[in-house]
């Protein structure tokens, strides 16, 4: 069965980090490029970040960049995403998702094809 699963969410204060998670069975990741977005309550989905299968390519949206980074451990089967001074702005709940790809990557929800549950992140002012 192929699935994600994320963990790593939590509440934390503003300032704070969190890293999540995203850890795939059933397939292995490194054929895949892997995204992670987010949903608050009342808003779209919206691409956060993107890592191509080969690492070397990564893309992230403009009010992330400086404080997020993307990261995954192919021998793990597994993708990270790190996000330091988080602000109440950043709470929402958060997926991870792949995409079977040859190239790069990227962060239109259309791009995706296998989705995670979502690990819900909190932050407080």
């Known amino acids: 069965q192929v699935q994600l699963v994320e963990s790593g969410g939590g509440l934390v204060q503003s300032g704070g980090s969190l890293r999540l998670s995203c850890a795939a069975s059933?397939?292995?990741?490194?054929?895949?490029?892997i995204g992670w977005f987010r949903q608050a309550p009342g808003k779209e989905r919206e691409g956060v970040s993107c890592?191509?299968?080969?690492?070397?390519?990564?893309m992230y949206k403009d009010s992330v960049k400086g404080r997020f980074t993307i990261s995954r451990d192919n021998a793990k089967n597994t993708a990270y995403l790190q996000m330091n001074s988080l602000t109440p702005e950043d709470t929402a709940v958060y997926y991870c998702?792949?995409?079977?790809?040859?190239?790069?990557?990227?962060?239109?929800?259309?791009?995706?094809?296998?989705w995670g549950q979502g690990t819900q992140v909190t932050v407080s002012s």
């Open positions: 998702a792949t995409v079977q790809s040859s190239l790069g990557c990227g962060i239109s929800r259309g791009d995706y094809d296998v």
């Open positions: 890592i191509s299968k080969s690492a070397r390519v990564t």
């Open positions: 059933g397939f292995t990741l490194d054929s895949y490029s």
